[in-house]
């Protein structure tokens, strides 16, 4: 995004298919290795010997568990806190450019133009603008939010005496709403994006009509002769038959 908003003119340059596949060749292998350590320590155990419920945690061994409390660290900072620094940084100076952008875009139009359906072009892309910086502040925001309760957790059972771990709804909690960033994206989309309120209405009118068509074609009988048809085409021929007997 930063690329393409900055740097529309360089974007094909810079995102070309060969670093693409470079850096899809450098992530995949880093973020194997940072679950790694979850795969390896990742055990079945259960919660309460009188009940027959289970839990999939990370079980270190008692000795090791000030490694347990680096890695985890070692873990938010990489994928929490430094994506958290980047994203802002990046969505300042895209957040700039795009209000910058929209107050030359203004003046040109308060200056220079003077017929009306120019006058509410512009001030279409001015909206259009306006609605890209929501969508990237509200998408940084729900990044911090969705993982800002792991933090905490993780935070709370290093350093307060009483853990966290008896707790298990709040556990729930915090897995769901972490899991809740994937699927934010589409719902920003819907709320400040108009083209693509549109775009997703459209879609889902044609599949609905499509599916009402097909349904309709299926309940539909097929024709069947009537009686009068045939009667009348028995009539015709034989009509046509003494006709030519006649003759």
């Not at 009188?50 to 994928?79: G, N, Q, R």
């Not at 709804?169 to 083209?195: D, E, G, K, R, T």
Request: glycine letters at 2%.
């Amino acid at each position: 995004r930063y690329v393409a908003i900055i740097h529309p003119i360089k974007a094909h340059i810079v995102c070309n298919k060969r670093r693409i596949v470079f850096v899809l060749g450098c992530i995949w292998p880093c973020a194997c290795l940072a679950g790694l350590p979850t795969l390896l320590f990742n055990e079945v155990v259960q919660g309460d010997p009188t009940l027959p419920v289970f839990y999939c945690m990370i079980i270190f061994p008692d000795d090791h568990m000030f490694y347990f409390v680096i890695f985890k660290y070692i873990e938010s900072a990489l994928f929490y806190f430094l994506p958290l620094v980047i994203q802002v940084t990046l969505y300042v100076f895209v957040t700039k450019h795009l209000f910058v952008g929209s107050e030359r875009l203004h003046r040109r139009v308060t200056i220079r133009l003077v017929n009306g359906s120019s006058l509410e072009r512009f001030s279409e892309a001015l909206q259009a603008r306006r609605g890209v910086v929501k969508m990237l502040i509200s998408s940084v925001v729900v990044y911090f939010l969705s993982y800002l309760p792991h933090q905490v957790l993780l935070i709370s059972n290093t350093i307060s005496p009483q853990t966290f771990h008896k707790n298990f709804a709040f556990q729930v909690f915090v897995m769901i709403v972490a899991n809740v960033n994937s699927a934010a994206n589409p719902v920003l989309y819907s709320i400040f994006s108009q083209n693509f309120r549109q775009c997703f209405k459209f879609i889902i009118c044609r599949c609905c009509r499509t599916k009402h068509h097909h349904h309709h074609h299926q309940m539909k009988p097929p024709r069947q002769p009537t009686l009068t048809s045939n009667t009348s085409r028995i009539w015709r021929h034989a009509s046509y038959a003494s006709a030519t007997t006649e003759m």
